[in-house]
Structures are given as C-alpha cells and as structure tokens.
C-alpha cells in the first residue's frame, strides 16, 4: 500500500528524528506530543533536544509544509509509536505510555492502517499493545483476532541508534521488523523502506521485542565487568585504563571502559525487562545491572573520601569552605539527555552531602535540572575551574577534554571516564 500520511506518537530522542526522516522523503507527517511547549517548537521550525543535524532537516520540513505537530492525534496511513517505557520502583516494567498511545490514536485509526510500536519494550508488548486497540475499536479487526485479514496491522520495530549520531544510523542501520502477522511485517518493510537504507529483517513481534532487550543486556554486561574491575583496580592501586588497554592487545579481547555507572533509556532500564520476565533464569543481568546500579555510591564514596583529604591539607577550613565541582550531568558524552544519568544521580547525592557546594557544569543544558535545583550552581566550565577545589569529571563532553593539566594541577581529581590520566 501508499504510506502517504504518517503519525509519529512521541516527539522525543527517537520519536522527532524518525519523524524528521519520513518529511524529509517528502511524505506529510504529523507529529504527536502531549509537551505543548515541544509542539510549538517544532512547529516555529526547532528542535527541543540536542542532536546533531536534526534542526536543519526539522526546519527545512516544517517549512516545506512535510512536517508539523500537533498534541491531538489525527487519521493517517501509519502510526509510530515511540513514548517512554520506563520501569516502576520493584523494576516492573510501565506500560502505561504505551496504553495512553494506543488510547489516544483508537478514534482515528480506520481500515488498512499499519500501527508500529517503536518503544523498547518487554516481550508481549506489541500484543499487549494490539488488544488495547481491539478493545477500544471493536468494529475493526486486529491481528490477534484473525490474522494476516485484519483490518488493522500491527507490528514492533526497535530503534537501534545512538545520541549524537541518531540522522545517520537511523537512514543506515539495519532495521529489525517483527510483524504480528507475515502481512504485518511486509507492510513495515515497505514503510520504513521510505528512507532506511539498511536491511530490514523480518521476524516476530516478541523475538523483535527480546532482540533489542538482548543487545543492551549484552551492552550492559560488558560495561560491568568494565565497572567491577575499575573497583579492583582502585582497590590495588592500578590505571584500570592502561590495564585495559595492554589486555585489548590481545586479539581476541575488547573489554569496553569503565565510567561512572551506565545511563540512558535503554542500557540501564532494557536489562529489567528480561529480568521481570524470568527472574530465576535472568542471574547474570541481574548481576550486570546490581554492579553498574552500584558504582554512582562508589564514586561519591571517592568524593567523600577527597573532601576528607582537602580538609587534613587545609586544616584552618571546615567542609563548608570546600568547592566540588560535577563536570557532567548527561548520560554520555556530548548530548543533553539526563535520563538515567549516573552522572545527575552522584551530583544530586553530592548536593545532599555538600549542600551549597557544588557547581554542576553541563554544557548542553540552559536550565539547572530540578532535582539538583536550590542545592547546586549551575557553572560555566571556566567559573568552575577557578572556584573548584575538587573536580569530579562524570562525563566525557568535548569541552572537558581540552582541559589542560595545568588548571588541574592544583585541584584533586576524581576522573571517572579517564580521559586525564
């Protein structure tokens, strides 16, 4: 069928890009967003989140007319779903936003639309996601009632990308398409053939669910051993990075850096899918995810240990004269996202610890975020090198590793992603 009308639910990281992608293929796309501050930005032409080349094609789109957003859903040919799938407080995986989408496209979905859910999701989500539908649409049919007939297809396709590359990898990655039915999934390959030069790979909704759960299992495992060995390192008083650096010298060997923790929507939330979903069988992710929870503590414990030591060689100050200074608030080098953030985590314990001594400096943010807000200063890299006593360096932004060893000469470091050493 013609894909002329696309819907694009969820205008965040992944949700405006993809969005972006399809206007710039000239098909009319409307945006869906419940942040009306997002949709009036979007529809001046901007962006709202921090992602290389996206503003330019976002404003070359709106202004072709390809693009526009709106907080009410409306008929097209295809849905995307693409909202936050986050975990409740014993790891239970929230479906919630994926239900309040479903809800909110049902009135205007009508015969022969496709509906893909884009959002990284435990097994059984798309299915869950096409009863929602059924229920709220009894006069159309749906896949689980009567097959490759239904009136309605539905489909889960994961996004597989990386923030600060996401234009390209979402034109050149292979796409995994995991249709309810065989029809479901050549009707998404026909839709996301639209721009995606990659292969596109057919399989079946859970198997497309597990597979991007498993490739950020897998991620996060390989990050904790990175973790727990930086621990043993510190403990006997070894360069974990040049340890690692001798020990991928072996051919067969690529062990990945240690950092302050493991952020984002995906690495440190997916593994407590697979978890929720087989607890007994699940030992080592939950292992992984244990270990890499653990290091923010770790690191503040370093923190805490520094401050003790500013204090013993300034013997005339109390730890209210003391300065630390969060040289990163992000999840990952050079993006503005602080979900999940090891970073913002160890900052807001600090702020706990050190009320009114911290300067927080995130270069890619405008706004102190609420949570470090009235106990953190948010600084300029400058400002803080001069006023700082302690440096603790959470993320690898570009700016931070023009940082000379001269203005860190009279500083304690605490470098948590070794780019000084």
């Given at each position: 069928?013609?894909?002329?009308?696309?819907?694009?639910v969820g205008l965040g990281y992944i949700g405006l890009p993809t969005a972006a992608m399809f206007a710039s293929r000239k098909k009319s796309v409307i945006g869906v967003d419940v942040n009306e501050s997002a949709v009036s930005t979007i529809n001046q032409g901007k962006i709202h989140i921090v992602e290389p080349d996206l503003d330019m094609?976002?404003?070359?789109?709106?202004?072709e007319g390809y693009l526009r957003a709106t907080t009410t859903p409306e008929p097209a040919d295809a849905f995307l779903i693409a909202v936050?799938?986050?975990?409740?407080?014993?790891?239970?995986?929230?479906?919630?936003?994926?239900?309040?989408?479903?809800?909110?496209?049902?009135?205007?979905?009508?015969?022969?639309?496709?509906?893909?859910?884009?959002?990284?999701?435990p097994v059984g989500a798309t299915e869950q996601l096409a009863e929602w539908l059924a229920v709220a649409r009894p006069d159309l049919s749906f896949p689980q009632q009567v097959g490759d007939s239904a009136d309605v297809n539905v489909a889960h396709c994961p996004e597989r990308v990386l923030p600060g590359h996401v234009?390209?990898?979402?034109?050149?990655?292979?796409?995994?398409?995991?249709?309810?039915?065989?029809?479901c999934s050549a009707q998404s390959v026909e839709l996301y053939e639209t721009f995606v030069t990659g292969e596109c790979v057919i399989t079946n909704a859970r198997t497309a669910e597990m597979a991007k759960?498993?490739?950020?299992?897998?991620?996060?495992?390989?990050?904790?051993?990175?973790?727990e060995l930086?621990?043993?390192?510190?403990?006997?008083?070894?360069?974990?990075?040049?340890?690692?650096?001798?020990?991928?010298?072996?051919?067969?060997?690529?062990?990945?850096?240690?950092?302050?923790?493991?952020?984002?929507?995906?690495?440190?939330?997916?593994?407590?899918?697979?978890?929720?979903?087989?607890?007994e069988e699940a030992r080592l992710i939950h292992t992984a995810r244990t270990i890499n929870d653990s290091k923010p503590s770790w690191v503040v414990e370093k923190v805490k240990a520094a401050v003790a030591d500013w204090l013993i060689a300034n013997p005339?100050?109390?730890?209210?004269?003391?300065?630390?200074?969060?040289?990163?608030?992000?999840?990952?080098?050079?993006?503005?996202?602080?979900?999940?953030?090891?970073?913002?985590?160890i900052t807001e314990q600090l702020v706990e610890l050190f009320p009114q001594c911290c300067l927080a400096v995130e270069p890619n943010i405008e706004r102190i975020p609420h949570q470090i807000e009235g106990g953190a200063q948010l600084s300029g890299l400058d400002d803080a090198m001069q006023q700082a006593d302690i440096i603790v360096l959470l993320v690898d932004h570009k700016e931070f590793k023009l940082i000379s060893n001269e203005l860190l000469s009279d500083k304690l470091v605490i470098d948590t992603r070794g780019i000084w050493v």
């Open positions: 069928m013609s894909f002329e009308t696309i819907s694009v094609i976002v404003h070359a789109a709106v202004n936050p799938t986050p975990f409740k407080g014993d790891y239970e995986p929230d479906l919630r936003y994926i239900e309040a989408a479903a809800k909110s496209i049902a009135p205007v979905l009508a015969k022969g639309n496709l509906v893909i859910l884009e959002s990284t999701s234009v390209r990898e979402l034109v050149e990655n292979d796409r995994v398409i995991g249709g309810m039915t065989p029809r759960l498993t490739e950020n299992a897998s991620r996060d495992v390989g990050i904790a051993f990175a973790n930086s621990v043993i390192c510190d403990k006997l008083d070894i360069n974990v990075w040049e340890l690692i650096s001798l020990a991928n010298r072996h051919p067969r060997v690529n062990i990945l850096q240690p950092g302050p923790g493991v952020g984002g929507h995906c690495i440190a939330v997916d593994p407590w899918f697979i978890v929720s979903s087989a607890p005339e100050k109390t730890v209210k004269d003391v300065t630390v200074a969060c040289l990163g608030l992000a999840f990952k080098a050079d993006i503005d996202d602080l979900r999940e953030s090891p970073a913002m985590e």
